[in-house]
């Protein structure tokens, strides 16, 4: 008897980007539990609201936690998040392909992180994540009551990764991201 009991289905594209949010508009039906040919009556449309790329997170409690990246090689100067450490602490240090943590880049200089957001940029008090472009290393994550949900290098202060942006939304094209 619940709206959305018979049948539940995208109403349209993927979704849309709103802000810091993903709008996915749905379609659903009543219907009548246990009647068959009255499965798809009571149409209703329905709208699921998600944080910009917040499908999963890795979490940390009040014990904290680190994650360590596989090796990656960049080309951008900026670091970002989308995490919340409201309440907590996110850091992050730069190593080389051996675990040698870069100079300036280590966690003691990271400058910590203790909000909710989804384009959040790392900065080091000394160090310049552009010292390590074009190397292969490696990002050590320190998180203490924090989750977090995505990161990315970016070659501007805005944080734009020029990525596809699905089914577009208020303001973008598909290039904006």
């Known amino acids: 008897g619940d709206w959305n009991w018979g049948n539940v289905q995208s109403a349209g594209g993927c979704c849309l ?18 009647a068959a040919k009255n499965r798809d009556g009571g149409g209703s449309t329905g709208l699921t609201v998600l944080r910009r790329d917040g499908f999963a997170s890795l979490d940390a409690d009040d014990k904290g936690g680190t994650l360590t990246t596989r090796l990656v090689k960049f080309a951008g ?7 919340d450490a409201r309440g907590g602490a996110l850091t992050v240090e730069v190593l080389d392909e051996n675990g040698k943590v870069l100079d300036g880049l280590s966690v003691a200089e990271c400058v910590v992180l203790r909000t909710d957001n989804t384009k959040q940029s790392v900065e080091w008090k000394a160090g310049k994540l552009s010292s390590a472009a074009g190397k292969v290393v490696r990002f050590r ?30 303001g973008l094209t598909s290039r904006d991201a």
């Open 17 to 34: 980007v709103v802000n810091d949010e993903l709008y996915f508009y749905h379609s659903g039906r009543a219907g009548s539990p246990g």
């Open 77 to 83: 100067q900026h670091l970002f998040v989308n995490a």
């Open 141 to 170: 994550f320190h998180l203490k009551s924090a989750r977090l949900f995505a990161f990315w290098v970016s070659k501007e202060k805005t944080g734009a990764s020029n990525g596809y942006v699905a089914a577009g939304g208020p």
